[in-house]
């Protein structure tokens, strides 16, 4: 399998989970500490997949699993200058309300240098205050095929009408 470089907007066709990981690390490499990336998705289209792949280029050295039952997992990730750095990695789906994030101490994980990565993000949406990666994954023609957009968007709640 070729190395995949990734532009951003980016729309990348994987064909395997194998192809999903590799991009995961790809776009590892793009990351900024406070980096906040948001995964959309359907059930069993990726998102972990992909996640393992991010983590694997983040240099965590411990096994990545869902955090579906636990909502947020935490690892340590090592830059290019052997820093630590930690990352979370959350997973909204059992979570109603957005209040449920503000009682597990969302906003300081998104206002923080670490790297956090989110599965069913869509209630943290109210959260998110500032640019982040947006990352869709949708099914493809076949069993193991994955369309799989990736871009850097700014939040649209600066809305400034009414001023
Ligand atoms: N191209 C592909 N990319 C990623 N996963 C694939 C692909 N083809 C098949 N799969 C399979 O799809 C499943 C994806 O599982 P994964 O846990 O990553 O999904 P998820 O989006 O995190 O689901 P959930 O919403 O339950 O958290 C795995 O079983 C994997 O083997
Ligand atoms: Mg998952």
């Known amino acids: ?9 980016s729309v990348i066709n994987s064909h395997s989970e194998e192809e999903t990981i590799s ?28 996640v393992q792949g991010m983590c694997d ?7 990545v699993v869902s955090p579906t039952f636990t909502i947020i997992n935490q690892y340590t990730g090592t830059d290019g200058d052997n820093e630590k750095f930690r990352i979370n990695h959350i997973d909204c789906y059992r979570l109603k309300v957005t209040d449920e994030l503000i009682d597990i101490g969302m906003d300081e994980i998104l206002a923080s240098e670490d790297i956090s990565v989110i ?34 968007v700014m939040t649209d709640d600066n809305d400034c009408s009414g001023d």
């Open 119 to 152: 599965e069913w993000p869509q209630i943290a949406l109210p959260l998110i205050r500032d640019a982040y990666w947006k990352i869709t994954i949708e099914p493809g023609d076949g069993e193991f095929e994955r369309v799989i957009t990736i871009d850097h």
């Open 23 to 50: 991009i995961g690390k790809q776009l590892a490499e793009k990351l900024q500490p406070g980096d906040v990336v948001l995964l959309f998705g359907d059930l069993g289209s990726g998102k972990t997949r992909f």
């Open 57 to 63: 280029g983040l240099k965590v050295d411990e096994p």
């Open 1 to 9: 399998m070729h190395t995949i470089e990734i532009t951003i907007p």
